[in-house]
């Protein structure tokens, strides 16, 4: 059986102090340890003294290092120890306040336990935290914490190919039924990360409202495959989003739903126009401050067919759902 992680101790802090002094590889010290070598690298960076006044007194030393990393340690478990305020923080999280909500709260309340927001991103991220999936409730909802000034520029994930600007014109003047534009509908961060996905057809404005739990890129992407594939291929031809990370999952929307995909340019909302007037309408029924987990598939049922029944100066004042069907029919008339 493989043993037990054993966290460095003050002796092999002194020795770790001692061979860094020396100019001892990194390597070297790991192997004289019997520690892999990230953990000799981490122990330097994160445990290392900085004077900010007087830069030639920083340094690694031996008992500094090992009260940073108790003063940790301590923090942590605080959360694992403490069942109450445990129970606090996870239940705020759960309920859509932010790490630093809550650690700023515990304060203004003068709580008898304290615990920083730094304390609870290490929670949310660690061992206990991923059991219970405390990830999914933080702001950003990433599996795995990402370092500071480390984010990746999104643009890059989706294939330059599929820009907006190498879509055929046939779609962007509207000769062209079948072509669709979608977007998420978000309500206030405290209601929780439920949202709700809007697609509208670009010739006929007829719209659909698709409910997701959360901003993950599959499940968006499988909600809208699920929506979408009742219709028939001339319906369907091609969606258009932005370059927000839940429609990372692309590859999967055009695999199960075989519709063609494009993007707009980074910060270019505007280059959905359609979709972006869709939302402003479905924005009287669903208003920011509307809790999301209360929508049912019945009532954004019912808000589809009050935007499709509503006729529009754009289409003659016929109404959305009066030009969808006569375009399926019609081409599915000319079909072979």
Not at 95 to 111: F, H, K, M, N, V
Request: hydrophobic share 35%.
């Amino acid at each position: 059986m493989p043993r037990s992680y054993l966290h460095l101790s003050l002796e092999d802090r002194r020795k770790i102090a001692r061979w860094h002094d020396a100019r001892m590889p990194v390597l070297e010290i790991a192997q004289r340890l019997g520690r892999h070598r990230a953990t000799i690298h981490r122990e330097l960076k994160r445990n290392r003294f900085v004077d900010a006044e007087l830069q030639h007194l920083s340094g690694y030393y031996a008992v500094n290092a090992q009260s940073l990393a108790e003063s940790r340690r301590a923090g942590l478990r605080k959360l694992i120890r403490h069942r109450d305020l445990h129970d606090v923080v996870v239940d705020r999280l759960k309920t859509g306040w932010t790490p630093e909500q809550i650690a700023g709260r515990l304060r203004l309340d003068d709580s008898a336990l304290c615990v920083s927001h730094e304390t609870i991103y290490q929670f949310a991220y660690s061992r206990d935290g991923h059991a219970i999936d405390l990830w999914r409730h933080l702001p950003e909802h990433h599996r795995r914490r990402r370092g500071r000034g480390k984010r990746r520029a999104q643009a890059h994930r989706f294939a330059e190919e599929l820009a907006i600007s190498n879509r055929p014109e046939i779609v962007g003047t509207r000769e062209e039924f079948g072509h669709w534009e979608g977007d998420l509908i978000q309500f206030r961060k405290e209601l929780g990360p439920a949202n709700v996905t809007s697609l509208v057809e670009r010739v006929s404005r007829f719209t659909l409202l698709l409910k997701n739990p959360d901003r993950r890129s599959k499940p968006v992407m499988e909600e809208i495959i699920a929506g979408l594939s009742p219709l028939p291929f001339h319906a369907r031809r091609s969606i258009t989003f932005d370059r927000g990370f839940e429609f990372l999952a692309w590859p999967h929307l055009q695999a199960g739903l075989g519709v063609a995909t494009w993007f707009c340019d980074p910060q270019a909302p505007w280059q959905k126009g359609t979709n972006e007037n869709t939302n402003g309408r479905a924005r009287r029924y669903l208003p920011r401050e509307t809790d999301p987990t209360a929508l049912t598939n019945r009532s954004l049922a019912a808000i589809c067919q009050r935007l499709n029944a509503t006729p529009r100066k754009c289409l003659g004042y016929r109404t959305p759902a009066e030009v969808f069907r006569e375009k399926v029919l019609a081409e599915a008339g000319a079909l072979p």
